[in-house]
């Protein structure tokens, strides 16, 4: 096949939203499929490149070089570096990643490419793209990188992004060594908040050692070691996350704007590593809801946030918005998933949105073109669009293919020019094949899964996965429409072709058929027949022998319990007839309208190997891809089938193999002309072979294999293209023949076979276009009415044979009708359902006819029966005559039953099984119960301790530490008498000073030392380590063991008492009985309704009841199975038989009835309730008729009743005292038990005190242990951190060492190349000494002129927009940049003109100046460009310096931090923490709201406060002794004092008393009173006076009374007229004071108006009028000063007469 010539790619089609970048200023390319598409956007001229690799990894432009690069994917990939436009190979880097690269970038001004490898390495490489040598590289951590870009300003600077975290890389340069140097970014959380490491912590009690704190980083706390504990962060709030880093853009000064996936932006300078978030919505989203929550928590409805737009009125930005980003000059475009263009201003404090753009598509990427004037924007719905800067709000479509994955691939008819392809997603795409453009599109907006183009007209059939054919017309290409749908197949039609001469359309599915469509307009694509096939279809092929003969038709599929995965394990042919649409009924068997086999000839084989793909050709050959040989078979199918379906003759072996695709899958097809075989494989390569050649092939790599390979293929008809799809990657390849001269002649029949088959079907295919035009547009509204109409019949509220039944009458089934949308089996069964009833009707008519009577009869038999004696009654079921059905049904029923009873019984099981492991682990294992006691008379409650068994590694453990504890203390002790030995003779003389102390201890600690009460309940141990001598961690954990035997046997001591209570119970309850069967007895006897009392132990006392279900808690009916039900009614029938036999002849207690009343013995109650006879004449005769026999009989008779009546009454008052005596026993003996509950309740609570103090205590140790645990880990920590920056720093030296001595090497080189430069400076005047000296100068002067600025050379109409709209701007070219010596002797060009020679100089001189001059600034560019690098060596051997101190710092620390933990760790051991049990009046500090602070107390001898308390109560009692007796000698004074005032003060009464006789005078009164005697008369005249005149007070009184009340009536008259008067007035005063506020407003309106007109003119005029009164006053000031100065001349010249005035 490789004779006929080779395949090229024409074009391809494609873009997945992928990176579309400027490569010039009017060139965008982009990645697309295995191929990098180029398209100029002035000219829409589109160019291919195809990968020289393994397909197309990572993808990277450069505009301002014009270079791309890309990687292969393979193992071991390589990096390909090409220049624009020629698309000349650069340079290939190899040997860098090992199975992927992620990301590519190149500098925008310096021959370096950075790149980012994925699995397993994960590194980031520098190379060099002009010799492809690897500079660098560095480990990265185990991310893939989704970002890269250089600094476009500092090459220097590497930004790498990754889903997690950001990195800036530094790359640090010496000469030709290179180095990379991370500095990552500590990135805030999504609320704003910076991450500091222990902010998130897991909450524990901080550790207080005295006054000192540990603090220990969060990885020594999670007890972390290595690399991890340097990565650790220490969040452990799951609700609290990281922003998510989505896409980034550099500054112009270097720093980095970063988009979040949340909404954020956040700005981070590189140098200094600060971020500052920008922009944060999802915070103002979080508090938005956490306010609304409340009241939304009150209305009970959900919160609502308004998204539209911030508080601050700005526009919110919502997430996904930072997809993509980049810089201009106007500002930052980022795009996102809700397809707006967003043009922010991040100049301000605030961002905002000064431009948007509506794309209507999600945006992937955004890149500016070198001059910043167009913008491309690329969308993953296969769009690509540009934004011009100068016209903003509006962006042009370039390209729009509507990206998704190709499920169907076919040539329209006639077969040359187009090709129509359909998406996944239902869009169907006409393609021009010789200009590769899209003509025309159809969305058919359902999922698609295949496609076939009809030979016979222009129309294409589409599968869906709905079941649905879809008949599109495609005549007029620009606008193509549906003309039929069709519901075939019930699942997704995965295959659908036509044959040769487009007469049939098969399809093929899952549902197990093919089906024969007719494929003509004519016949309205009517479906013609069907045959089955029993599996899951692979491939559907057809071919056609001759001319209108039947078609071969050959199906591949995989038996239905086999894996669909491995390919087809069967195959089936068979031949469609030629005539079947006019003979249908010929061939078909049944209205199901399927194939007789025989008819059509239907094989069945078995392939010897499961295969993918098929094609049959002529000759009964069929071509296939095995699954597991890398081959292409050719199988030639038999003409008869096999006699046996599995046997060795029904497998087919292949003929011919021939090496094919290295991955398992693939599809096959033939070429139109049936001599080329085309394989496409999941490897991406596409095979083309002849069939008379099958070993030699044509091969192009088509697709990638990461996307799956090729899964679609079609030749053209004329074969001279062979077009392509891929699984997963969406593009569309088209390849055309390049063919040799050999080839030349080959292709000659495949182009007479497509010009015949053009003029055979050029006259069937116009008929059969004219009749579809004629067709009218599909529309689904005609089938969602039918569906709704069909759905709203089959809708009754009540069944028509229900009515009937009830109405006795005969019921006809109606005729069924398609519900939904049918398939056409379905119709067509129901089609035959209509058939049967047509022809079987009257039939069917006598038979509801005969059943209708026979159920009367039966009816009426049955109602005669239930009147009928019960003797002579029949079963229900004794009428039933359809045993058969009714056994069908009970078997139904009892399946059915037996079905839910297995539920039932796994359910059950499953609850048996959980309640088997609750009982195992909660009851079982217990070796004391959980159980509680109760009190009778109230609602205490007791309960125990439920308690495990321990352990036999607990009992071993504390076997262990008890023996160990007693070993220590047998030491302790013979260590203690051999040192008191020795000390006991230096200690006789000395008096003995702690024997107070010693007698208080006598070597057992008291409880307030322990810091418990455990050794008063059962607790004590002599094994317990004292608190004060806990300083190794051995001694902690045996302190613990200890003390969790304490809790333990405090535990069993307490419940020896509970279960000596609860015993106690259980006797009293029982003791309750036995009172109760008397008290019930004596109840009796009295007729009383008390209610009896009887105490009982519920499931909270007896939790074993729980365990037990009993039959009454059980509410609903046992099932009872047949045999159960047998066994007890044969139980039943034993229990009858005895008590019939105990009801027989019984000697024994005939005798006992007859003798003795049926008693043993007789009872002094039984009597007493016995009344006495009473005589028959008492009741038959009068009293008077009495004898007086009978007389005294009745007297005898009443004596009986009353003596028996009152010995009823005193056995009643025994029986009273008896009941109360027994309720009052009851009553003391249960009010006992509850006094001895509630004892038993208060040790409860002591020894629940008592074991949280030894659980303190065990607390405390635990939390040692931790912090001794912690320390340990950070002190391995910081240990490993010191190697490993000895590591370093061993490193950092030699590389310090290293750098010194290339600085100095180059140093000597850079000299010597000053020196030579300058010396070609000094020789310039030798090498023209042959001409004159003035000409010499001028020469000098020439040769010492140089170029202005080098900057790259630009477009001019390109330059001035580079200029303004390039936000980095334009940099100067460096010495040490490509192509710099290049654009300098470029501009020199211009000053060797030789217009620019002088006169007097000669041309051949003035050459000579100029190529010395060339040579010159070629020494000095080689002088700048050392310089430079000498400047780079300096700052990395600083660097390296820099890094040689921070190491030595950093050990340093390192140390100072290991000998400060170590010296907390001796603190934290030695200073022990130690639980006292102290009384309330032994704590004298304050106590806090909950626990007191003891961190400012200390702890004394209690000696030492009793010692101190009787020296102050001594001093007291002194004091007081001494305030007493001056008590006492001041209250003497006190009392002479008072006795000297007494005396003095009687002393001034009798001198007063003296005074006042003397000084008295006789007045009138008083002489009246001497004379008169009679003072009781003028006593009475008074009184009488008196009382007139109170008497004409009161009338007075009371006539000012009257005119105050007249006068007060008039005033409150007056009052309430001025109140009207007022309101009035108020009323009035509102109008006016709106009025005033009106014209208040206007003139504040005026005035407002009048001071922005005249207010500059004002102020004009004020600041003049101040000017003039400044100058006024100045003048004013100086001719003062004037007149002064000639005054006093004048003074001076003439003599003074006269004084002056002043």
């Known amino acids: 096949m490789d004779e006929i010539g080779s395949l090229d790619i024409s074009w391809v089609q494609g873009y997945n939203g992928s990176n579309a970048t400027f490569i010039n200023q009017t060139t965008i390319c982009y990645p697309c499929g295995n191929f990098i598409k180029f398209l100029d956007i002035s000219s829409n001229d589109e160019a291919i490149h195809s990968s020289p690799g393994e397909g197309i990894g990572a993808f990277t432009v450069c505009g301002t070089q014009h270079v791309l690069a890309f990687s292969e994917n393979c193992l071991s990939p390589r990096i390909f570096i090409y220049t624009y436009p020629s698309l000349t190979e650069k340079v290939v880097c190899k040997d860098g990643a090992q199975l992927e690269y992620c990301a590519l970038s190149i500098s925008n001004s310096h021959p370096y490419l950075i790149s980012c490898s994925g699995v397993p390495d994960f590194s980031i490489m520098l190379w060099n793209m002009n010799s492809g040598e690897l500079l660098c590289k560095a480990a990265m951590d185990l991310?893939?990188?989704?970002?890269?870009?250089?600094?476009?300003?500092?090459?220097?600077?590497?930004?790498?992004?990754?889903?997690?975290?950001?990195?800036?890389?530094?790359?640090?340069?010496?000469?030709?060594?290179?180095?990379?140097?991370?500095?990552?970014?500590?990135?805030?959380?999504?609320?704003?908040?910076?991450?500091?490491?222990?902010?998130?912590?897991?909450?524990?009690?901080?550790?207080?050692?005295?006054?000192?704190?540990?603090?220990?980083?969060?990885?020594?706390?999670?007890?972390?070691?290595?690399d991890i504990a340097d990565t650790f962060d220490g969040n452990f709030n799951e609700n609290k996350r990281q922003v998510q880093p989505s896409s980034h853009c550099w500054t112009p000064s270097g720093d980095l704007y970063l988009g979040c996936g949340g909404g954020q932006l956040l700005l981070i300078n590189t140098e200094t590593f600060d971020v500052k978030m920008l922009n944060n919505d999802i915070g103002k989203r979080q508090t938005a809801f956490t306010n609304k929550r409340t009241e939304s928590s009150i209305l009970k409805m959900p919160p609502v946030i308004d998204e539209s737009a911030s508080d601050d009125g700005r526009q919110r930005l919502g997430d996904g918005v930072f997809s993509c980003m980049a810089l201009h000059r106007d500002g930052l475009y980022i795009g996102g998933e809700d397809g707006i263009l967003r043009c922010l201003d991040v100049t301000g404090n605030v961002v905002q949105v000064s431009d948007s753009c509506p794309i209507d598509s999600p945006i992937t990427s955004l890149n500016w073109s070198p001059n910043y004037a167009k913008l491309a924007i690329g969308s993953s719905k296969g769009s690509l669009n540009l934004y011009d800067s100068s016209n903003s709000g509006t962006t042009d479509l370039v390209l729009d293919t509507h990206f998704g994955n190709f499920v169907g691939l076919d040539m329209l008819n006639p077969g040359v020019q187009h090709c129509v392809t359909v998406r996944e997603d239902g869009e169907l795409q006409i393609w021009s094949v010789e200009d590769h453009q899209l003509?025309?599109?159809?969305?058919?907006?359902?999922?698609?899964?295949?496609?076939?183009?009809?030979?016979?007209?222009?129309?294409?059939?589409?599968?869906?996965?709905?079941?649905?054919?879809?008949?599109?017309?495609?005549?007029?290409?620009?606008?193509?429409?549906?003309?039929?749908?069709?519901?075939?197949?019930?699942?997704?039609?995965?295959?659908?072709?036509?044959?040769?001469?487009?007469?049939?359309?098969?399809?093929?599915?899952?549902?197990?058929?093919?089906?024969?469509?007719?494929?003509?307009?004519?016949?309205?694509?009517?479906?013609?027949?069907?045959?089955?096939?029993?599996?899951?279809?692979?491939?559907?092929?057809?071919?056609?022998?001759?001319?209108?003969?039947?078609?071969?038709?050959?199906?591949?599929?995989?038996?239905?319990?086999?894996?669909?995965?491995?390919?087809?394990?069967?195959?089936?042919?068979?031949?469609?007839?030629?005539?079947?649409?006019?003979?249908?009924?010929?061939?078909?068997?049944?209205?199901?309208?399927?194939?007789?086999?025989?008819?059509?000839?239907?094989?069945?084989?078995?392939?010897?190997?499961?295969?993918?793909?098929?094609?049959?050709?002529?000759?009964?050959?069929?071509?296939?891809?095995?699954?597991?040989?890398?081959?292409?078979?050719?199988?030639?199918?038999?003409?008869?089938?096999?006699?046996?379906?599995?046997?060795?003759?029904?497998?087919?072996?292949?003929?011919?193999?021939?090496?094919?695709?290295?991955?398992?899958?693939?599809?096959?097809?033939?070429?139109?002309?049936?001599?080329?075989?085309?394989?496409?494989?999941?490897?991406?390569?596409?095979?083309?072979?002849?069939?008379?050649?099958?070993?030699?092939?044509?091969?192009?790599?088509?697709?990638?294999?990461?996307?799956?390979?090729v899964s679609r293929m079609c030749f053209s008809r004329d074969g001279m293209y062979l077009l392509t799809c891929g699984v997963g990657d969406g593009v569309l390849t088209c390849y055309s023949w390049n063919f040799s001269a050999t080839g030349k002649g080959k292709v000659t029949s495949a182009i007479e076979s497509a010009r015949s088959h053009k003029t055979a079907l050029h006259a069937i295919c116009k008929r059969e276009d004219d009749i579809m035009f004629a067709i009218p547009d599909w529309s689904p509204l005609d089938a969602v009415s039918r569906e709704a109409t069909s759905d709203t019949i089959g809708h009754q509220p009540k069944s028509p044979r229900t009515l009937a039944m009830e109405a006795d009458q005969i019921y006809v089934t109606p005729t069924p009708t398609p519900k939904g949308d049918p398939t056409w089996m379905e119709l067509k069964i129901l089609e035959a359902i209509r058939e049967e009833d047509k022809e079987f009707t009257e039939q069917k008519k006598n038979l509801r006819t005969e059943i209708r009577d026979l159920r009367r009869k039966i009816q009426s038999m049955m109602k005669e029966n239930d009147v009928l004696p019960e003797i002579e009654r029949l079963e229900r079921h004794e009428f039933n005559l359809d045993t058969e059905d009714q056994s069908r049904l009970q078997a139904e029923g009892d399946s059915q039953v037996q079905q839910v009873r297995e539920e039932i019984d796994f359910g059950n099981l499953a609850k048996n099984y959980l309640q088997e492991m609750i009982k195992n682990e909660c009851w079982d294992s217990m070796c004391v119960k959980g159980r509680c006691t109760k009190a009778f008379h109230s609602n205490l409650e007791v309960s125990n301790y439920p308690m495990r068994q321990r352990t036999k590694e607990e009992k071993a453990e504390l076997a262990f530490v008890t023996k160990l504890r007693q070993i220590e203390i047998a030491e302790i002790t013979a260590r203690k008498e051999i040192t008191e030995a020795q000390s006991k003779q230096s200690n006789k003389t000395e008096p003995e000073e702690g024997d107070d102390e010693s007698v208080e201890g006598d070597g057992v600690e008291q409880p307030s030392m322990t810091g418990s009460l455990g050794a008063e309940y059962g607790g004590g141990s002599d094994y317990f380590y004292s608190q004060f001598e806990l300083h190794t961690r051995q001694q902690e954990r045996n302190q613990i063991i200890l003390l969790q035997d304490a809790v333990y046997r405090i535990k069993v001591a307490f419940n020896s008492e509970f279960d000596e209570v609860y015993r106690q119970k259980e006797q009293e309850i029982a003791r309750i009985e036995e009172r109760n069967t008397r008290i019930s007895k004596i109840l009796k006897d009295l007729n009383s309704t008390e209610e009896l009392w009887k105490p009982e132990m519920d499931e909270d006392e007896k939790p074993e009841k729980l365990l037990i279900v009993e039959d009454k808690e059980v509410k609903v009916k046992k099932f009872v199975t047949p045999e159960q039900q047998a066994k007890l009614d044969e139980e039943a029938k034993v229990e009858e038989q005895r008590r019939l036999l105990e009801k027989g002849d019984?000697?024994?207690?005939?005798?006992?009835?007859?003798?003795?009343?049926?008693?043993?013995?007789?009872?002094?109650?039984?009597?007493?309730?016995?009344?006495?006879?009473?005589?028959?004449?008492?009741v038959n005769k009068p009293q008077e008729e009495w004898s007086e026999d009978e007389l005294k009989i009745a007297k005898e008779y009443e004596r009986k009743v009353k003596e028996l009546n009152e010995e009823r009454e005193k056995y009643k008052k025994t029986l009273e005292a008896e009941l109360k005596k027994l309720q009052t026993i009851i009553s003391d003996t249960t009010s006992n038990f509850d006094d001895k509950l509630v004892d038993l309740f208060l040790k409860k609570i002591k020894v629940e005190m008592v074991i949280f103090q030894e659980e303190l205590k065990i607390l405390r140790l635990n939390f040692s242990l931790l912090i001794e645990e912690e320390l340990s880990t950070r002190q391995e920590e910081l240990l490993r951190q010191l190697e490993d920056i000895k590591a370093r720093k061993s490193v950092t030296v030699q590389a310090v060492g290293l750098a010194k001595n290339k600085v100095e090497e180059y140093r000597d080189t850079y000299d010597i190349r000053v020196a030579e430069d300058k010396v070609m400076d000094k020789n310039f005047r030798r090498e023209f000494n042959d001409v004159n000296a003035l000409i010499v100068d001028q020469l000098y002067k020439f040769y010492r002129r140089r170029p202005r600025g080098h900057r790259r050379i630009h477009h001019a109409d390109s330059q001035a927009s580079c200029v303004n709209n390039n936000p980095y701007g334009e940099r100067p070219l460096s010495a040490r940049q490509p192509g710099t010596l290049d654009i300098i002797l470029k501009q020199l060009d211009e000053f060797d003109d030789p217009s620019h020679m002088p006169e007097e100089v000669e041309p051949s001189v003035w050459r000579r100046m100029c190529a010395a001059r060339r040579l010159k600034v070629k020494s000095e560019h080689e002088v700048k460009a050392q310089a430079l690098t000498l400047a780079d060596m300096n700052a990395f051997l600083q660097l390296r310096q820099d890094e040689d101190e921070k190491l030595k710092r950093e050990m340093d620390d390192t140390m100072d931090e290991l000998n400060q933990l170590r010296e907390t760790s001796m603190r934290f051991n030695c200073n022990l923490e130690v639980q006292f049990l102290l009384k309330q009046g032994q704590v004298e500090i304050d106590s806090g709201k909950f626990i007191p602070n003891y961190c400012d107390s200390i702890l004394i001898h209690r000696g030492v406060v009793e010692d101190l308390n009787g020296t102050i109560r001594q001093l007291g009692e002194q004091k007081i002794a001494a305030m007493t007796e001056s008590k006492d000698f001041r209250k003497g004074i006190h009392i002479l004092e008072w006795e000297h005032k007494k005396m003095v003060m009687q002393i001034q009464d009798l001198l007063n008393k003296a005074k006042d006789i003397q000084m008295l005078k006789v007045s009138r009164q008083i002489q009246d009173f001497l004379h008169n005697e009679d003072h009781e008369a003028k006593k009475q005249q008074e009184i009488s006076t008196l009382e007139q005149t109170l008497e004409n007070q009161r009338a007075h009184h009371e006539k000012n009374v009257k005119e105050k009340k007249s006068s007060l009536s008039t005033l409150r008259k007056i009052i309430h007229r001025k109140e009207h008067e007022n309101k009035k007035v108020e009323g009035e005063l509102q109008e006016m004071v709106v009025s005033v506020s009106e014209r208040k407003h206007i003139n504040e309106v005026n005035a407002l108006a009048r001071d922005e007109t005249g207010a500059e003119k004002r102020m004009k005029d004020i600041v003049q009028r101040r000017k003039l009164v400044d100058l006024a006053k100045a003048q004013a000031q100086e001719v003062a000063v004037l007149r002064a100065e000639v005054e006093r001349l004048r003074m001076r010249t003439f003599p003074a007469l006269v004084q002056v005035e002043r």
């Open 143 to 226: 991310l893939s990188c989704t970002g890269l870009s250089f600094n476009p300003t500092d090459w220097h600077k590497v930004c790498c992004l990754t889903d997690e975290q950001l990195t800036v890389w530094t790359i640090q340069q010496a000469d030709t060594k290179y180095l990379l140097v991370p500095s990552k970014i500590n990135l805030p959380f999504e609320d704003g908040n910076s991450l500091s490491p222990g902010d998130d912590l897991i909450n524990r009690p901080g550790s207080k050692i005295g006054n000192h704190d540990i603090i220990l980083p969060p990885a020594a706390i999670a007890g972390l070691i290595g």
């Open 439 to 709: 003509v025309g599109s159809l969305p058919l907006a359902v999922q698609c899964c295949s496609l076939a183009s009809s030979p016979s007209s222009h129309s294409v059939a589409v599968g869906t996965l709905s079941g649905h054919i879809y008949v599109i017309e495609v005549t007029n290409m620009d606008n193509p429409r549906i003309v039929q749908r069709l519901r075939v197949h019930q699942h997704a039609v995965m295959h659908i072709t036509y044959d040769t001469e487009g007469r049939y359309l098969f399809s093929g599915s899952d549902d197990g058929h093919v089906y024969v469509i007719d494929a003509r307009p004519s016949n309205k694509f009517q479906v013609l027949a069907q045959t089955a096939i029993d599996g899951h279809i692979e491939s559907v092929s057809t071919h056609t022998a001759e001319k209108h003969g039947s078609v071969r038709v050959v199906v591949t599929y995989t038996a239905l319990d086999a894996d669909i995965n491995i390919g087809a394990t069967k195959i089936t042919q068979f031949d469609v007839p030629s005539d079947l649409n006019d003979n249908v009924s010929k061939y078909c068997t049944s209205l199901k309208m399927d194939l007789v086999e025989d008819s059509i000839n239907k094989l069945n084989f078995n392939l010897n190997e499961s295969s993918h793909g098929g094609a049959v050709t002529a000759d009964r050959k069929f071509f296939t891809l095995p699954h597991y040989s890398k081959q292409l078979h050719e199988i030639r199918i038999p003409e008869e089938a096999p006699k046996k379906a599995n046997n060795k003759a029904s497998y087919l072996q292949p003929q011919k193999m021939c090496p094919n695709h290295e991955l398992a899958g693939g599809v096959v097809t033939m070429s139109p002309h049936h001599q080329w075989v085309a394989s496409g494989g999941s490897d991406g390569q596409v095979h083309v072979r002849e069939l008379s050649q099958l070993d030699r092939r044509v091969s192009v790599h088509a697709h990638s294999f990461h996307s799956g390979g």
């Open 1146 to 1178: 019984n000697d024994l207690q005939r005798g006992r009835d007859m003798m003795m009343g049926g008693v043993l013995e007789v009872k002094k109650e039984d009597e007493l309730k016995k009344d006495v006879p009473q005589p028959t004449f008492i």
